[in-house]
Structures are given as structure tokens and as C-alpha cells.
């Protein structure tokens, strides 16, 4: 059974940093692009990042680029999201999600998603 | 970005209704539209990709229609675990967007 896991979050302050880390099983990350998206409390959801099956291919949303980094260990079964500068927009639920394809442009669909893990930006 | 708008943003069922929920992008995205299901709590789950192609193990009173800019997602016979929020979101080009949700309720 493909699974995704995630873990990292936490309270933190403005401007501060925090790693998200994302452990899949049951299938062989590089074949597959692996994203993130996020939802603010009570909000809907927002696509952040993703990354190509090789990791050789990252995009961002405007929001967070400069600030987010994705990144991928495919002999650990892993994805990580190292984000800096954070801000109390940055609060919100972040899953990360399996791509169809190992392409990131391409991903057609997000399934499965992982059960999220929560950030909160506050002083 | 392409704009992704769902309506209604709310609506009321009863069990065994027909519902449908409509989604509109802000141009032509042929037929790369998803249909995701979350429950409160949970993380959202992949009913319907490419406009009309059910998930594998999505019960068949899901079904999705349109292409282009005019997206519809049906649910026939509503049960008690169809209560949720159901989210259209595009892969026509990046960044992925999503619709603001539709949330059903009874």
C-alpha cells in the first residue's frame, strides 16, 4: 500500500525556519514527481512546490519562492521542504502529495496525499 | 494563473439527493480537471481525474463531466460519508490551482 508521511511541523516564529519532511512507502519514489500543498486554517487548499521523479526539476509557487526549498532523497524514500523567512501567512496544513507522473510539469493528478502536518507561524 | 471558481460554496442535501457542483477555470484547460474530497480533519482524497475518469475504488454515483472551461461534478444518491468538501483543481499548466471548495452538508 503507498503511504506517505510527514512530519516537521511545528510553531516557530516570524522569520524564522523549519524542515518538512515527507517518508513514502510502499512504491519507489523516483519514479513518481512529489509535491506539496498546503491549507490554511479553515482556508482551501494551495499548491506550493513539487519535484520531478530524478529530482533534477523543482517549481514553486510565486508565494513562496526564494524562500522554500524542495528537495528529494530517493534512496531514503524521502521529500523534504526546507522553508526560511516564515510568515504568519506560511501557517497552515502541509501535505505532501504523490505525483502520476515523474515529470513535475506533467502531474496530472495528486494521489494519495499524506495526513499533513501542521505549521504555525506566531510570535 | 489560471483561476479556478466552484459553485456554490455551500449547499444542503438530504440523503439519497442528486447533487451537482460546477467548476469554471479562467480559460481553456481541455480536460486536466481533478476532483478531490476532503473530510474535516483529513487529507483530501482523489475522486475524479482528467474530467471524467473515476479512481479506481471511488464508488460509481461520483461522476464528472465537462471540457474546456465548464467542469461538473455529480453525485447521485448522496450517502453519510459524502458529506465533505470537494475541491476541482487544474493541471493544465503550473502552478497547479485549486477551486475554493464546495462544502456539502446536510
Known amino acids: ?123 | 494563473d489560471i483561476q479556478m471558481t466552484q459553485s456554490p460554496s455551500s449547499l444542503s442535501a438530504s440523503l439519497g439527493d442528486r447533487i451537482t457542483i460546477t467548476c469554471r477555470s479562467s480559460q481553456s484547460i481541455s480536460s486536466y480537471l481533478n476532483w478531490y474530497q476532503q473530510k474535516p480533519g483529513k487529507a483530501p482524497k482523489l475522486l475524479i481525474f482528467s474530467a471524467s475518469s473515476l479512481r479506481s475504488g471511488v464508488p460509481s454515483r461520483f461522476s464528472g463531466t465537462g471540457s474546456g472551461t465548464d467542469f461538473t461534478l455529480t453525485i447521485t444518491n448522496l450517502q453519510p460519508e459524502d458529506f465533505a468538501t470537494f475541491y476541482c483543481q487544474q493541471s493544465f499548466s503550473i502552478p497547479p490551482t485549486f477551486g475554493g471548495g464546495t462544502k456539502v452538508e446536510i
Open chain 1, 1 to 123: 500500500e503507498v503511504q506517505l508521511l510527514e512530519s516537521g511541523g511545528g510553531l516557530i516564529q516570524p522569520g524564522g525556519s523549519l524542515r518538512l519532511s515527507c517518508k513514502a512507502s510502499g512504491f519507489s519514489v523516483d519514479s513518481y514527481a512529489m509535491h506539496w500543498v498546503r491549507q490554511a486554517p479553515g482556508k482551501g487548499l494551495e499548491w506550493v512546490s513539487g519535484i520531478s521523479g530524478s529530482g533534477a526539476t523543482t517549481i514553486y509557487a510565486e508565494s513562496v519562492k526564494g524562500r522554500f526549498t524542495i528537495s528529494r532523497d530517493n534512496s531514503e524514500n524521502t521529500v523534504d521542504l526546507q522553508m526560511s523567512s516564515m510568515g504568519a501567512d506560511d501557517t497552515a496544513v502541509y501535505y505532501c502529495a504523490l505525483g502520476d507522473t515523474a515529470m513535475v510539469p506533467e502531474t496530472n493528478f495528486l494521489d494519495p496525499w499524506g495526513q499533513g502536518t501542521l505549521v504555525s507561524v506566531s510570535s
